[in-house]
């Protein structure tokens, strides 16, 4: 039962990183088509390199070293985008609950 509860929140701190990538575009660009290719662009393209390498099905899957590797990348430097716009409380507590996360995902998992 466990599992499945960390399952849902694994996957709700890989949301939550998309929309930080978004909402970081969408602070940082400077008019209107620059927030627009920001604030979709970057977590579209997050989310097709979260498909190619690390997704459960994943087109080119990576060794778990590299996969934790990759994830805290992607987690930090989420945190990161969100720390840049001023929002450092909200960016902090998201690095902290995805490193927890993580540290549990792969506990249980192995």
Same mark, same amino acid.
């Given at each position: 039962?466990?599992?499945?509860f960390?399952?849902?929140?694994?996957?709700?701190?890989?949301?939550?990183?998309?929309?930080?990538?978004?909402?970081?575009?969408?602070?940082?660009?400077?008019? #209107?088509?620059?927030?627009?290719?920001?604030?979709?662009? *970057?977590?579209?393209?997050?989310? #097709?390199?979260?498909?190619?390498?690390?997704?459960?099905?994943?087109?080119?899957?990576?060794?778990?070293?590299?996969?934790?590797?990759l994830? #805290? #990348?992607?987690?930090?430097?989420a945190?990161?985008?969100?720390? *840049?716009?001023?929002?450092?409380?909200?960016?902090?507590?998201?690095?902290?609950?995805?490193?927890?996360?993580?540290?549990?995902?792969?506990?249980?998992?192995?």
């Open positions: 039962m466990f599992q499945y960390l399952f849902a929140i694994v996957f709700l701190v890989e949301i939550v990183a998309l929309v930080a990538y978004g909402f970081w575009g969408f602070d940082t660009g400077k008019g #209107i088509g620059v927030k627009l290719l920001l604030g979709i662009g *970057t977590p579209f393209l997050v989310a #097709i390199f979260w498909g190619l390498f690390l997704a459960p099905k994943a087109m080119f899957p990576v060794n778990l070293s590299l996969r934790i590797i994830k #805290i #990348i992607v987690f930090g430097l945190s990161f985008a969100v720390y *840049t716009t001023g929002e450092h409380t909200p960016a902090a507590i998201f690095l902290l609950v995805a490193v927890i996360v993580l540290i549990l995902e792969n506990v249980i998992n192995k």
